[in-house]
């Protein structure tokens, strides 16, 4: 079956070679810490913490029932999302509350979860 264009296709690819800047392509040093960032993400255990924390707030121990792993592996994967910037925590008394660190983290979650739904061309 031929490929149809649509409305889709242009989203997807709305610059032609004539009007595509070579300083509008990535730095080797911004790509280096887009694989960085990336490359956090190769991880289905981060999916899970992130999906569970995507529902709301919550105390690592939480998240290990949720997520069905350990609170000490839990907190491990927990340091490595903070460290990338992807979650946050708040101290409230004894307790520990993570959550996604702000809507952009949210959005990339939400966008990966629904591109891996859509349909295969």
């Not at 031929?2 to 730095?27: F, G, M, W, Y």
């Not at 887009?34 to 981060?46: H, I, K, Q, S």
Request: hydrophobic share 35%; charged share 30%; net charge neutral.
């Amino acid at each position: 079956m031929p490929h149809r264009s649509s409305d889709h296709d242009e989203k997807r690819c709305p610059a032609t070679s004539a009007n595509v800047r070579v300083d509008q392509i990535l730095s080797m040093e911004k790509a280096q810490r887009m694989a960085e960032f990336f490359g956090v993400l190769g991880d289905p255990n981060r999916w899970r913490i992130l999906s569970a924390l995507a529902l709301g707030e919550m105390r690592v121990g939480e998240l290990a029932k949720a997520v069905t792993m350990t609170e000490s592996a839990v907190s491990h994967q927990l340091r490595v999302l903070r460290t990338m910037r992807l979650v946050s925590y708040q101290k409230r008394g004894r307790s520990v509350y993570y959550c996604l660190k702000d809507n952009h983290v949210f959005n990339l979650y939400r966008e990966a979860s629904e591109h891996l739904d859509e349909p295969e061309d």
